[in-house]
């Protein structure tokens, strides 16, 4: 009997740690749920169709007696494609004009067609632009060449952009003379995108 009741307390002894403490059922502590983090704001997507208005001024100078400078404005259409961070497009301007170039002759009006290349920055776009360009004026009929530039275009709202734009533009031989023209356009913008 002695040899069992010993056997009984070993067995007890050895177990008690297991049965020792709260009978009730062990504490599970939830895991702490960890807060996302913030998802940086997805840049517009250029892609589609644009049209528009911009007013500006313009500044017009040659090598011979062509001068002068006003207010320029028009209408613009387009269209842009969105590659990712880089956005390319091509377009249409049509400007309105009354420059005063000296000597009776005036700037009517300079028709474009550009191509521009961008640089989206969050929810505008870095770009330069280049093309054909077509000038008439009162006296000499219209003139081909070609312009250069820059601008800055921003998405305000899904639909509409506002940005700036500067084009330098280059006429040679104008009215089959030997008159270079140049002249620089500064224009406000403003479009609506489809």
């Known amino acids: 009997m002695y040899k069992a009741l010993t056997t009984i307390a070993a067995g007890l002894a050895i177990t008690a740690p297991a049965y020792a403490g709260n009978i009730s059922a062990p504490v599970v502590e939830q895991p702490v749920a960890v807060a996302p983090a913030p998802v940086a704001p997805a840049s517009p997507d250029w892609t589609g169709f644009y049209g528009g208005a911009q007013l500006g001024y313009g500044d017009v100078s040659s090598n011979g007696a062509l001068n002068g400078d ?20 091509g377009g249409l301007d049509y400007d309105f004009a009354d420059i005063n170039l000296g000597g009776g002759t005036n700037l009517e009006n300079v028709f474009r067609a550009k191509l ?19 000038a008439d004026t009162n006296t000499t009929g219209s003139e ?25 533009h ?9 008159t270079d023209v140049e002249a620089m356009t500064y224009q406000a913008k403003v479009n609506f995108r489809f």
Do not use: C, P
């Open 144 to 168: 081909d060449g070609y312009f250069v530039g820059a601008g800055y275009e921003h998405m305000v709202s899904q639909n509409i952009s506002v940005g700036g734009e500067a084009l330098y």
């Open 116 to 134: 521009r290349a961008g640089y989206k920055v969050g929810n505008g776009l870095i770009y330069g632009t280049g093309g054909y360009a077509q």
């Open 70 to 89: 006003d207010v320029i404005g028009g209408i613009s259409a387009g269209y842009d494609y969105d590659l990712g961070s880089w956005v390319l497009g």
């Open 170 to 178: 280059e006429f040679e031989n104008v009215g089959g003379t030997t």
